[in-house]
RNA sequence: GUGGGUGUAGCUCAGCUGGUAGAGCGCCAGGUUGUGAUCCUGGAUGUCGCGGGUUCGAGUCCCGUCACUCACCCCA
């Protein structure tokens, strides 16, 4: 297959009718906010380049090596966003809600893109739930976050995960552990990459997967142990609210991630069920975004659910994502004047709000029939001209093969009515 | 960017030590000129990923290449 007939390296179409599912999914993520005074806010696909590099951070793989950036007509460079946070913090500070009333509560959902190699869970086009509440530093809200994303998930009945949770500190203790931490890696014997990536950032090295490192990792001094007094009361008061909220967790004290901006809470659900890219959501606080995108020094605390990985992990467990929607009626008609009579009814039943398809292009009773099958429709309406002549439709239940002659006067609302 | 695995029908796959392609499902049609799902019968669709090599002969062996896939890395 040539290359034109084929979607591009790590995108893939969504079609019905699985497709039905990712819509249900999204929509069941995006539920609980619904109830939580959260706003949509849409921004745009691409942003200025800087609004990523300075947002997200310049060392981080995202920016260094993961994103599609091009140069428009105009000379602008721009990039396809690797994530939703920096946009919606840029859309945040021009718009200057922070002058309105705070926290700005505000979801949104699309496309994002990173240019990685492709693997199971792990595409260069994703589609993500992305939340933030910006402007206010309060335990309470970190953990409003946390239980809205796991309602998210519990909503479409996932159940075989962990939520892991830590706290990174901020710009009062983190550089003390950060010394701490680059000290005791000088000890230890590491191959060159690794050494590379703790130069970059050396946090990282603690989630490293190899057992040979993790080995040498078990006296590691942990961000958790060194936190100042008020992050640690922040952090405190998190973990008390998120009792409160009735939400389980693990601690997770070797939790990094892989955004520059997080500080202080920061939380990942890892799925069971799933491969290597086990992460179906994730955030935590960013108190220096705005100030890094030139805005006003507010903090923000956000996440962002994976909606193709979520589908993978209810496909892992088994789950049947209940979609809704699907044609109710379904008309099948023999002759001119009953494919007239047809398509009017069809027309009169959308209008009343009934779902209802026909059959298209010359196709016999036993075709029709059997798209009328496919169609999903609890209820088929047979008619051709001899009924038409004799004024009656003939109403089959799928289900049960029993069919009845009802007169055309009363054949809408009568659909109306069974469905 | 680095490794491993796999490429045969729309889908899932079979095809032994080389002898010019198969099954199941799906699709279409007929059995039933006015009835689906069940049952029976029939039919269509393949440059066996692509290019080269070995051979009388390659889906099968060799080389290259591309794609997909899993893992490292990273993350949703």
Redesign the pocket.
């Known amino acids: 297959m040539s290359d034109i007939q084929?979607a591009p390296?790590g995108t893939f179409d969504r079609l019905p009718p699985d497709s039905a599912a990712y819509l249900a999914a999204r929509d069941a993520l995006v539920a609980p906010l619904l109830t939580a005074g959260y706003g949509y806010v849409e921004t745009p696909v691409f942003e200025e380049t800087a609004v990523f590099s300075r947002g997200v951070g310049e060392s981080?793989?995202?920016v260094s090596k993961e994103m599609y950036t091009f140069a428009d007509r105009g000379g602008r460079s721009l990039t396809l966003r690797p994530?939703f946070t920096a946009g919606v913090m840029r859309a945040f500070i021009e718009h200057r809600l922070y002058a309105g009333a705070l926290p700005a509560k505000l979801w949104t959902v699309g496309s994002a893109f990173?240019y990685?190699?492709?693997?199971?869970?792990?595409?260069r086009h994703?589609t993500?739930v992305s939340v933030e509440a910006l402007g206010v530093d309060d335990p309470a809200l970190d953990a409003e976050l946390v239980a809205l994303a796991d309602a998210g998930f519990r909503g479409l009945g996932l159940t075989d995960y962990d939520l892991q949770l830590t706290s990174l500190g901020d710009a009062t203790c983190r550089p003390q552990y950060r010394d701490l931490l680059v000290a005791f890696l000088a000890g230890l014997d590491l191959d060159e990459d690794t050494r590379q990536?703790a130069a970059i950032n050396p946090l990282?090295v603690l989630?490293?997967?190899?057992p040979e490192v993790q080995a040498q990792l078990a006296d590691a001094p942990l961000m958790v142990d060194h936190l100042s007094d008020t992050t640690k009361a922040h952090y405190d008061a998190v973990r008390q609210h998120l009792s409160d909220l009735g939400v389980t967790w693990v601690e997770a004290p070797r939790l990094?991630?892989?955004?520059d901006y997080y500080t202080k809470t920061t939380f990942?659900f890892v799925h069971r069920g799933l491969?290597?890219?086990?992460?179906?959501?994730?955030g935590g606080r960013y108190d220096g975004l705005s100030a890094a995108l030139g805005g006003p020094d507010l903090s923000g605390i956000g996440y962002?659910?994976?909606v193709?990985?979520t589908i993978l992990a209810a496909q892992a467990e088994g789950l049947d994502i209940p979609v809704t929607g699907g044609t109710e009626v379904f008309v099948v008609h023999?002759g001119e004047e009953a494919k007239r009579f047809a398509v009017r009814l069809v027309g009169q039943l959308r209008a009343a709000g009934v779902a209802a398809d026909t059959v298209y292009g010359g196709?016999?009773?036993?075709?029709a029939?059997?798209a009328?099958?496919?169609s999903g429709a609890a209820r088929v309406v047979?008619?051709?001209?001899?009924?038409l002549a004799e004024g009656v439709a003939?109403v089959?239940t799928?289900?049960t093969?029993e069919?009845v002659a009802v007169p055309l006067g009363e054949l809408a609302e009568s659909l109306r009515a069974s469905v």
């Open positions: 084929r390296k981080t793989d995202v994530e990173r990685e190699r492709p693997q199971a869970g792990r595409y994703f993500q990536r990282r989630d490293d997967k190899r990094v991630r892989g955004l990942e491969g290597a890219q086990a992460s179906i959501g994730g962002a659910v994976g193709d990985r023999l196709r016999g009773l036993k075709g029939m059997k009328a099958d496919r047979v008619v051709g001209d001899r009924d003939q089959k799928m289900a093969g069919q």
